[in-house]
């Protein structure tokens, strides 16, 4: 993200209104842009080919369908991603590019190995058990595979700092599919869910083969070392644990709901729970511009006071080493306290206005009542989200995994017991667990500023590390050099 910074501060040194607005809009276009334009694509879809007509079975059908793509893409790409970009982050540290292409293939293949390994049976059950059509079966198991290869390829864009490409890509598959749902639906008379399911999944993997073709384009040369990246799992499998259950915590009191009796059954296959889910869609979106302050606001500045500390620590006396330290840790709590103030001023005004507006749009009932609490646990959650970035700063393995397991362990045990109480406490789960995983994050980084210098200077090795047998602890011998010493005088 340091690239993003370092051209927004670029775009607000002008410090005008124009800039604030280019800056803001900027941003939004690199973090939050891919997913809203794939969600306005399936509405604009579907109020053009007449969903709301769709009998409800076959209504169900394509939402579950679309729903589980979406999840289940992110959950099975979520163990990997963290670690092949680190692996990426020191190839290009020490400009070793011709390794960026074996780690692109090993991440390519282990990503669509555990995909398969979670999609092929159920698209079987589906088929065999649910009675769906092998054609809808195996066009939304495509699209599911298809968008975990477009969510791999976005961190090698992302190490490339081609932001804005990303954005464009997922603009030109969306189109795409917008056009080719008309044409199937009007000219080839395909049915309406069928229409859009397809060219969804045609539009995503558009989107999959325009990054693939950009990371070929832009990494040419291959040192075929693979088994360097698969050593990285091993390293840094902290890595692998942190981001599973980051992702994992965020949709486990989703699971927990879809086995209460709310739960409903799609062909025998899907299991979904629909007030829950849309009322945490909601939230989600209530915060979602937690992602772009991030980005614009905090991230910026942290990242010069960080690199000022480092350039420090290699050569600068011990009182400019204490001053930067101060400067940046400093910058790291001003930056959390205003993007909590920031963001809470815009949750507060977004749910004031979901709860004039959505009722008018038939959101009303038992998703408005779990709304509230789901969009308080959504705003901590954001806020935990920001502060373990920060422990990724200062390579802080063990804290970032005390964190995301106790955020995971909290949430679950919390929605689970919240199942018990009145449907307005459903989100309790969320808020328990995003506050713990904020706490643990929270005294994690203090702990990190109290010991920054042991965390930095004494985590070194004075000798490189190596399997075989261990040397002798005798370091010198009287005896044998007294002997040496007479045998060359003599």
Not at 29 to 42: E, F, H, Q, R, S
Not at 286 to 307: D, G, L, P
Request: aromatic share 18%; charged share 15%.
């Amino acid at each position: 993200m340091a690239g993003i910074g370092v051209k927004l501060n670029h775009i607000f040194q002008k410090n005008s209104i124009v800039a604030n607005l280019v800056g803001f809009t900027y941003s939004t276009v690199v973090t939050v842009a891919p997913m809203c334009v794939v969600i306005l694509n399936i509405l604009l879809m579907g109020w053009k080919l007449g969903f709301n007509k769709v009998d409800y079975i076959n209504r169900e059908l394509f939402s579950c369908t679309v729903l589980y793509m979406f999840i289940f893409s992110l959950i099975t790409t979520s163990p990997f991603n963290s670690v092949l970009s680190k692996y990426m982050s020191d190839v290009i540290y020490e400009e070793r590019y011709q390794d960026i292409l074996p780690c692109y293939y090993v991440g390519l293949v282990m990503n669509l190995t555990v995909s398969c390994l979670l999609g092929i049976p159920f698209c079987l059950w589906e088929h065999f058990v649910g009675g769906v059509d092998i054609f809808y079966v195996f066009t939304g198991f495509c699209g599911y595979i298809s968008l975990t290869l477009a969510y791999y390829s976005m961190i090698y864009m992302s190490i490339c700092k081609d932001y804005e490409k990303i954005s464009l890509f997922f603009m030109l598959g969306m189109v795409e599919a917008f056009i080719l749902s008309m044409i199937l639906r009007y000219l080839c008379r395909w049915s309406i869910t069928e229409s859009m399911l397809f060219a969804l999944m045609t539009g995503i993997f558009l989107i999959a083969v325009l990054e693939f073709s950009f990371v070929k384009r832009y990494f040419r040369r291959n040192s075929n070392q693979y088994k360097k990246v698969l050593g990285y799992f091993v390293k840094y499998w902290q890595l692998v644990v942190t981001n599973f259950l980051y992702i994992a915590g965020m949709y486990i009191h989703n699971f927990v709901f879809w086995n209460t009796d709310m739960k409903m059954v799609v062909v025998n296959t899907f299991v979904c729970n629909q007030p829950y889910d849309m009322a945490s869609c909601l939230a989600m979106f209530t915060n979602i511009s937690a992602t772009i302050i991030f980005v614009a606001h905090i991230e910026m500045h942290f990242h010069e006071k960080y690199k000022a500390y480092s350039e420090s620590v290699i050569g600068a006396k011990k009182a400019d080493i204490e001053n930067d330290k101060r400067q940046m840790f400093r910058q790291m709590g001003s930056s959390l306290m205003s993007l909590a103030r920031i963001q809470f001023i815009i949750t507060v005004v977004v749910y004031l206005l979901c709860l004039i507006v959505l009722p008018i749009f038939g959101f009303s009932g038992m998703v408005m009542s779990i709304y509230p609490c789901l969009a308080a646990g959504y705003f901590i959650l954001f806020m935990m989200y920001s502060a373990i970035l920060f422990l990724y700063y200062f390579n802080d393995m063990a804290g970032m995994v005390w964190a995301t397991l106790s955020f995971f362990a909290v949430t679950f045990a919390g929605s689970v017991y919240a199942t018990r109480l009145d449907e307005i406490w459903y989100g309790l789960g969320v808020v328990l667990g995003s506050f713990v995983g904020w706490t643990v994050t929270y005294m994690r980084l203090r702990w990190i500023e109290k010991n920054i210098d042991r965390h930095t200077f004494c985590n070194g090795n004075l000798l490189k590390r190596g399997k075989g047998e261990q040397p002798s602890g005798k370091v010198y011998d009287r005896r044998s050099h007294t002997e040496k010493i007479a045998k060359e005088n003599s």
